[in-house]
């Protein structure tokens, strides 16, 4: 049967299944009342199989797309009444229902249906009861599963290709938080902007961007803490300074963030911090661990002082078995990088606070500290000198001299209701994870910190509206909802035994949908949509990179290319992952990166030849690479070792040049939305039951590319990325 093309939302119900069969057990056929008593026993005694664990499974093809929870002691007809909302952008000819007994090692497949995606192109809805077949697609004795579905193409969504159009744009649905209005957003290119680096800019309203200046604000913020300091990291470096730059003092920023975060405990500051347990870094022998995450420095430096500090591992959902989470709880990372104060109202005379987060791809670690200089050479006597990145050579160190690995990154403030919603997050996550309950009532607090109220008025040309999105799961989040309908209200979907949002997808999904004219990435990981890969020299789909993105992408393109619209996406990535470069993990996912763009360029080649217009396909998409170069000068740093002869560091030594390390999250749709947090676009940030994430979707209602291009924050803070990167500010920027 031939593919056809789903791209578009699904809703699907998975009811029950009926007169099932398990032909891997000797009690598998037997009646009902014999085979829960043979499991009871098996279980009580701990020996045998043990009760039976029955779930059933959505997939496009190959493509996984849904799973129920597991339902114990009904192995003949389990009962579900789960409801799926998904994204689907997939080539198939059938959607697949199968059914599996969990076990500890694998799952055993007791059979699948199939509904020909071709019924489903009509729109409307299908009930019905499906024979469960063999792999020969032969009915297995009685077994049915009761199933729901209907199909929205993409093409009638009324959201579809029109960008967020007005005020009244409720935000991404189906999600745990809703969006939030009369929010103020403060948006950050790196660590740090020395005064005078950013030319003019006009905005809209006669008004010119200004930067801002993370590490700077963030040291005023937990400085100026008086009740709580709220910290997650996947890295914490407690011998970091946050403030360096000696055009531009302040008094006590010498301080190292340990030193600080220790006086502000000591003045009676609740200060609470959840920072990824490296299980690589166990005992003497792996101090550093394979990420050098300094955890258990951290976690050492901090004993016994009145911070708590906590190491929690990431004992992710990932549908997998005993085995296989043995493996994930090294191999997967809490990722989210917040920072939650209390902080003084703009009018110093009251007394009154209110909660203000920041949010992004910073972590208050070492290697972060940059400007959009990204020196490699010039700094090492300096700024440099103590903070010392470069992990892409064997051996680096400052003994041996630069080049240093320039670090771009990007973050956010966030005030207003959606300040609170980060808050919240971190309090769901203290619960599960932070053991003694150390978090402060707020309710307690109401006369002092004000309760989530707009800091902006609705009039106001600066307000924004705010939403906050997740990928995590209730291994790592208290408080989600127990029944399936409850979940699904929420956006959540069921994993193997946890419940999972991956409501940051969802937010890529929406943004791209609703995109008119351009967007603009900046990240560290380009991967996915690995479903629909070119199998040469693969198995696609032992891949498993299955989130949507990059194929959202292309068929976007492809959209305008068959309206005969221009429409370009621009993506900024490193030129390869962190680390040495012919490594076995570092060339692995440069394949798998190399395979998503050719899947993507596939597709809009074959939408230009259809139409007939000889264009190049980087017209329409286009990746770049950062680098820097360093003319020697005098007075710089003279290092007293020489990296070995006839290496790659001795090499970009003389030649005096290396990439700048692109570690950034963010997305902007036309200039008027923007999405920023700690998710790369690969599978593990995308997944929610793999690295826990967070981030932030947003934009400002009166600054919409409506009847003219928006020129608010969004156009401004883009327009500075590129002369960052460019060096130049050029008419052509302005309508990309």
Avoid at 24 to 43: L, Q, Y
Avoid at 398 to 403: L, R, T
Avoid at 518 to 527: A, H, K, R, T
Avoid at 642 to 654: G, K, V
């Amino acid at each position: 049967m031939a593919q056809m093309l789903l791209h578009g939302t699904l809703h699907a119900t998975i009811f029950e299944a009926a007169s099932l069969s398990n032909p891997h057990r000797a009690s598998g056929s037997a009646p009902k009342f014999i085979r829960k008593f043979v499991e009871g026993i098996e279980d009580t005694v701990g020996v045998g199989k043990g009760a039976t664990k029955v779930y059933s499974t959505i997939d496009l093809e190959k493509a996984r797309v849904g799973r129920t929870r597991m339902i114990t002691n009904e192995p003949i007809n389990p009962r579900w009444y789960e409801s799926f909302h998904i994204y689907c952008a997939h080539m198939a000819s059938n959607v697949i229902f199968t059914v599996k007994i969990d076990n500890p090692i694998g799952a055993t497949n007791i059979g699948r249906a199939y509904l020909p995606v071709q019924e489903l192109l009509n729109g409307e809805e299908i009930d019905r009861w499906l024979d469960i077949c063999d792999n020969n697609r032969e009915p297995v004795g009685e077994s049915k599963i009761h199933v729901k579905l209907q199909y929205f193409d993409v093409s009638k969504d009324r959201n579809w290709a029109r960008g967020v159009r007005s005020t009244k744009y409720p935000g991404v649905p189906y999600t745990f938080f809703s969006q939030r209005q009369g929010c103020k957003v403060t948006l950050y290119q790196d660590a740090h902007v020395p005064d005078n680096f950013i030319p003019k800019i006009p905005l809209a309203d006669g008004k010119n961007y200004e930067p801002h200046r993370c590490w700077e604000d963030i040291f005023d913020a937990i400085s100026n803490a008086q009740h709580l300091i709220y910290i997650t990291g996947w890295s914490v470096y407690t011998e970091i300074t946050l403030v360096r730059d000696s055009n531009r003092p302040k008094p006590g920023g010498d301080v190292t963030l340990g030193e600080l975060l220790k006086k502000k405990a000591s003045e009676g500051v609740r200060v609470l911090m959840l920072v990824w347990d490296d299980r690589t870094s166990v005992g003497l022998l792996k101090r550093d661990g394979l990420m050098a995450t300094h955890d258990e420095e951290t976690e050492n430096y901090f004993h016994g002082s009145d911070v708590n500090c906590v190491l929690c591992p990431r004992n992710p959902d990932d549908s997998g078995s005993i085995v296989q989470d043995l493996s994930i709880s090294t191999m997967f990372t809490h990722h989210q990088k917040i920072v939650v104060v209390d902080h003084e109202l703009p009018n110093q005379g009251s007394q009154q606070r209110r909660i203000v987060s920041f949010v992004g791809g910073l972590d208050l670690c070492d290697g972060r500290y940059d400007t959009q200089y990204h020196s490699l050479f010039r700094t090492l006597d300096s700024t440099h000198h103590d903070d010392f990145h470069q992990p892409n050579f064997a051996n680096a160190s400052i003994k041996k001299g630069g080049p240093r690995e320039p670090w771009h990154d990007i973050h956010s403030r966030l005030e207003g209701p959606i300040a609170w919603d980060v808050l919240y997050n971190f309090e769901q996550r203290w619960r599960k994870q932070g053991g003694k309950d150390l978090l402060l009532q707020l309710r307690d607090l109401s006369d002092t910190i004000i309760p989530p109220s707009p800091v902006m008025f609705p009039e106001d040309r600066e307000t924004w509206n705010v939403q906050l999105f997740r990928s995590i799961d209730g291994g790592a989040a208290f408080g989600f909802p127990d029944t399936p309908e409850e979940a699904a209200k929420a956006g959540l979907v069921s994993g193997k035994d946890q419940i999972i949002d991956r409501s940051i997808q969802d937010a890529y999904i929406h943004a791209i949908r609703r995109a008119k004219n351009f967007i603009y990435i900046e990240n560290q990981y380009f991967l996915g949509s690995s479903y629909a890969w070119k199998p040469e020299g693969i198995k696609p789909e032992d891949i498993g990179a299955l989130h949507l993105i990059p194929k959202e992408l292309a068929l976007k393109v492809v959209s305008k290319i068959e309206a005969g619209e221009r429409f370009t996406v621009y993506v900024v990535v490193p030129m390869w992952p962190e680390g040495v470069p012919e490594s076995g993990s570092v060339q692995a996912i440069l394949d798998w990166q190399r395979r998503t763009m050719e899947m993507m360029y596939t597709d809009i080649t074959e939408a230009l030849q259809a139409k007939g217009i000889e264009a190049n396909p980087k017209d329409y998409l286009t990746f770049f690479c950062l680098g820097n170069r360093e003319v020697k000068q005098g007075g710089e740093y003279q290092p007293e070792e020489q990296p070995e002869a006839d290496t790659d560091y001795s090499r970009a030594q003389e030649a005096r040049r290396f990439m700048i390390y692109v570690h950034t999250k963010m997305m902007i749709v036309d200039d008027e939305y923007i999405i920023i947090g700690s998710a790369n676009i690969n599978q593990r940030s995308m997944d929610g039951a793999r690295d826990s994430e967070i981030a932030m979707g947003g934009y400002q209602p009166y600054h919409l590319a409506t009847r003219q291009p928006a020129r608010g924050q969004i156009h401004g803070f883009r327009m500075a990325l590129w002369y960052e990167h460019l060096g130049t500010l050029d008419d052509v920027f302005q309508r990309p």
